[in-house]
């Protein structure tokens, strides 16, 4: 099945490599971890077959792409999976790369030209046995609280990214929306939301006006380029399994743990 997913994956690479690793770029720091790693490098490649090859031959099978994007967060090592998902970019090119990198046009973007009103995957979550838990693990990972000092407590990046990566693969799947920022949200606007216009503009601030969620993005650098550097060391030194060096790297064994436990519950939900 391999030889089936080469061109796929060699356009998932083009999309996340112009600069070399000594160059600094995180996100093909993040690619060339993840190509190093069998267990990440299997379900990428589950996704870019279903998300891009199938796509690129003029169809989206919507459902199938989302459901491979759920299991490269589920089932993926969480320091590889959230690498990929929140490197930083320092260039209009590499956001853009980095904001195709999990396909909007199959599994972010609709069909049609305009986005619809955050009404209608509101809704669709909130039905959903799969999306409806993630939305409200994401609503209580990511939610400011009154007694932190800026209003999100010190622990909470970890987790709140953790859910984000969650909803990738969902109605509400959200993306990067521009090659300028770092802003995200799910394909959607209030436009048409009539007397609902207040609930639909909370959801889509949950996105947009959300400063944990905000924060835990600018930050992720700082806690995870050393275990990236760490990885793609050893693989060059000794090749040894990706898996056994984040178990070694205190500061994030006790800040992943508790995230990958609940979502390993969802998996039968995938």
């Known amino acids: 099945m391999a030889h ?3 061109p796929a ?5 083009l999309l996340l490599k112009s600069a070399s690793w000594a160059g600094g770029n995180r996100c093909v720091d993040a690619a060339e971890a993840c190509t190093e790693d069998a267990r990440c490098q299997q379900l990428r490649a589950e996704y870019v077959a279903q998300c891009l090859s199938r796509a690129a031959r003029g169809g989206c099978p919507r459902t199938r792409c989302r459901r491979a994007l759920r299991r490269f967060f589920a089932r993926g090592p969480p320091a590889l999976t959230l690498a990929l998902l929140f490197c930083p970019c320092a260039g209009p090119s590499c956001a853009e790369r980095r904001r195709q990198t999990f396909v909007p046009t199959c599994a972010f973007s609709g069909p049609g030209a305009e986005p619809p009103s955050c009404l209608v995957p509101l809704d669709t979550c909130e039905q959903s046995r799969v999306c ?8 209580a990972s990511c939610a400011p609280v009154p007694r932190a000092l800026d209003g999100c407590p010190r622990d909470q990046g970890v987790r709140c990214l953790r859910a984000y990566a969650g909803l990738v693969g969902t109605a509400v799947t959200p993306n990067y929306v521009d090659n300028a920022s770092a802003r995200v949200a799910p394909w959607c606007d209030c436009g048409a939301s009539g007397n609902r216009r207040e609930e639909c503009e909370a959801f889509r601030g949950l996105f947009t006006r959300n400063r944990c969620l905000d924060g835990a993005i600018q930050d992720f650098d700082s806690v995870w380029s050393p275990v990236l550097q760490r990885q793609l060391d050893s693989h060059r030194d000794a090749k040894p399994s990706l898996m056994q060096v984040p178990s070694a790297e205190g500061m994030l064994e006790g800040s992943l743990l508790p995230v990958v436990l609940p979502v390993l519950a969802l998996q039968d939900l995938l």
Do not use: H, T
């Open 4 to 6: 089936c997913w080469g």
């Open 9 to 13: 994956l060699l356009l998932l690479l």
């Open 132 to 139: 409806r838990p993630r939305l409200l693990a994401f609503q």
